[in-house]
């Protein structure tokens, strides 16, 4: 488990909950009930939404948007739905560009955030393909002081696998971490961490940095 992760993860998703009842912007609303799900709340909807797009179009029009968030459960009704759909359909095409909807959604992060977040990426991503598998993490992360590794229950690879599913897309587990996925996991991490100094101090700490 990453160092303090699981514990901001709680807080956030805690501070999440809170903050729904007070805001009435309707992004804003979608993002904390995300949040309110962890730090893969996002890219959980994002998951969401991939399934729908049967054309792989990477686009969604207003039908698709409404029945991915009914699928992932979000409470929202049609007129606030089709709020959030004409701030996203920017052009007026009728329809939402995918990634555009995920960096909108994903909280705001400084520069400074993106690059501590970015420089970890980096570390782990060994043979900087950008993409964070197994293979890169045997010569950075210790799988040895795990407690599972240390009773036999599972194996150095099992540990590595645990480690990236944290930061995984949470139904398309697939052992490979994205820069996209690592950005959205800490963009729910960053959310509840008020100051830039305290969450770069928390990084370099979490990653030796």
């Known amino acids: 488990q990453m160092p303090g992760t699981a514990r901001h993860d709680r807080e956030m998703a805690i501070q999440a909950k809170r903050n729904l009842s007070k805001t009435t912007d309707p992004v804003e609303r979608l993002r904390l009930q995300c949040l309110a799900r962890g730090s893969a709340g996002i890219k959980g909807l994002s998951r969401v939404f991939r399934i729908m797009d049967d054309d792989n179009s990477r686009?969604?029009?207003?039908?698709?948007?409404?029945?991915?968030?009914?699928?992932?459960?979000?409470?929202?009704?049609?007129?606030?739905?089709?709020?959030?759909?004409?701030?996203?359909?920017?052009?007026g095409s009728g329809t939402i560009d995918f990634d555009e909807f995920l960096v909108t959604l994903r909280p705001p992060m400084s520069n400074a955030r993106k690059e501590i977040i970015m420089q970890a990426f980096r570390k782990l991503d060994k043979t900087g393909d950008g993409v964070i598998t197994i293979e890169d993490?045997?010569?950075?992360?210790?799988?040895?002081?795990?407690?599972?590794?240390?009773?036999?229950?599972?194996?150095?690879?099992?540990?590595?696998?645990?480690?990236?599913?944290?930061?995984?897309s949470p139904y398309d587990k697939d052992g490979k971490v994205t820069t996209e996925e690592f950005m959205n996991y800490y963009a729910g991490v960053s959310a509840s961490i008020d100051t830039d100094v305290y969450f770069i101090i928390m990084m370099k700490n979490a990653w030796k940095l």
């Open 59 to 91: 686009t969604l029009d207003f039908k698709e948007f409404v029945k991915g968030l009914n699928d992932y459960a979000m409470m929202i009704d049609k007129e606030e739905a089709q709020e959030i759909f004409r701030i996203f359909d920017k052009d």
């Open 137 to 168: 993490l045997r010569g950075v992360y210790n799988a040895k002081h795990h407690p599972k590794y240390q009773n036999g229950d599972w194996t150095e690879d099992q540990v590595f696998r645990a480690f990236l599913d944290n930061f995984d």
